[in-house]
């Protein structure tokens, strides 16, 4: 599966394998604590534009990782794994601000929105944010659009619930 990951300095463009579970039971997984991305390239944020040194493989420690963009909701994984849950999803429009960059997009939850539960309760490090848009915000070239993608609810600084449109 092809994947843009971002670091805190680098955006990381290759191809991930998460297995049959999909891309939210790969970077949950509690028994690993990295990923290896083959055909990898790697680009200096204040390069983004550029063209990256390329390695047939990287590894990369899973909690330096802001984010994990994929190019279709299903590289997630199965609604009822990425879901984690019986209840109904609700979308809420947020505003989350982690590790240097501002991410908008659609999150679910089971009714009302609820910091602390999404924040501190359950195991999984990586949340997922659909319809999302990503900015470094010191780099401004650096932005990218993803039907999905993971974030390191580790990283969060902020999360703000938009109003219409937001």
Do not use: C, W
């Amino acid at each position: 599966m092809d994947v843009e990951i971002y670091t805190t300095s680098h955006v990381i463009s290759g191809s991930l394998d998460p297995g049959s579970h999909g891309l939210f039971s790969f970077m949950n997984r509690p028994t690993e604590s990295y990923i290896e991305v083959s055909e990898a390239e790697l680009r200096p944020l204040h390069l983004v534009t550029q063209e990256g040194d390329k390695t047939d493989r990287l590894r990369l420690v899973k909690g330096e990782v802001i984010a994990v963009l994929v190019q279709s909701r299903g590289g997630l994984g199965p609604a009822s794994v990425v879901r984690s849950g019986y209840t109904k999803p609700f979308p809420h429009r947020v505003r989350v601000l982690a590790g240097g960059y501002e991410m908008r997009g659609m999150m679910q939850a089971g009714g009302r929105f609820e910091f602390g539960s999404i924040m501190f309760e359950g195991a999984s490090p990586f949340l997922p944010l659909f319809d999302a848009g990503l900015k470094a915000l010191l780099f401004p070239k650096a932005r990218a659009q993803a039907p999905a993608l993971l974030f390191n609810r580790d990283k969060v600084q902020a999360i703000a619930v938009l109003r219409d449109g937001g």
